[in-house]
């Protein structure tokens, strides 16, 4: 695309043409792969551009949901329905041993159950399906260490991320070549912010799940989090007392990991107006990001996503 066109192209469609041309690079030079499904905002972004990519074929891979069974309520509904009215081929992966010997946020406490259920079972996943390429929505306007990343990531035969070891990507030429048993993690979405998503999001109508506006919901607050009840697993802790509170989420994933944030955004275009004030990280209510010191950075030379 030469610069006198892309003077011509809006923001959002500049962007949109890198994500494209992303995710047809990666289905050209690899051979089996696959795009991480975790039912957020920008999932939902980067499915859209996957279906505008690839239209009118199916998407030429399936989506790879990594469960640890901790979801919100709204967002395995939100799955279920939305890839079954798109006939999408979705795969569902739980770590079975971790389940298996009760591995669960409260009694291990966040890092060891995040290594459990979301980095080993991600690398199960990739491993048992043979993926040499993983699609992910990150961006690097989220956290320090997804700065770091470049658009395609390598990672080593154990899954594993080494930041010093990068390769250098020119322009819009990134480096698909790997030996056996290597694989990418692809990012369409690096060069997004929060403010874009949701732009792109007003602008093509994608479907988000609800947990993203305001209600009224059960919370209880936890080391400065407002943390939503959202069954009957939450185990409170003594003095705790859940109150109804107005909140939203500005981004999800298990439910007693995941901040709320007081808010009266209903509307697409009224979180837009929310974010445009914001002074707060969006991920300022992700307890795991903030477990140890350069947490982020660890979990992914590990081989989270």
Known sequence: MSESTSAHLSHLTVLEAESIHILRETVAEFANPVMLYSIG??????????????????????????????????MYTFRDQFTAQHGFRLL?????????????PFDHGSQKY????????LLEALAQHGFDAAFGGARRDEEKSRAKERVFSFRDRHGQWDPRRQRPELWNLYNGRIDAGESMRVFPLSNWTELDVWHYILQEKIPVVPLYFAAERPVV???????????ERMRLRPGEKPSMKRVRFRTLGCYPLSGAIESAATTVGE???????ARQSERQGRLIDHDEEGSMELKKREGYF
């Open 41 to 74: 905002k920008d999932s939902q972004v980067l499915l859209h551009l996957a279906r505008k990519a690839f239209h009118p074929a199916p998407l030429p891979f399936p989506l790879l949901h990594v469960d640890t069974t901790w979801k919100f309520r709204d």
């Open 92 to 104: 569902v992966h739980q770590n079975r041993k971790a389940l298996a010997e009760g591995i669960n």
């Open 114 to 121: 995040t290594h459990a259920m979301k980095t080993q079972a």
């Open 221 to 231: 607050e936890r080391s400065g989090n407002l943390i939503m009840i959202d069954d």
């Open 271 to 277: 979180v837009i107006l929310e974010m445009v004030n």
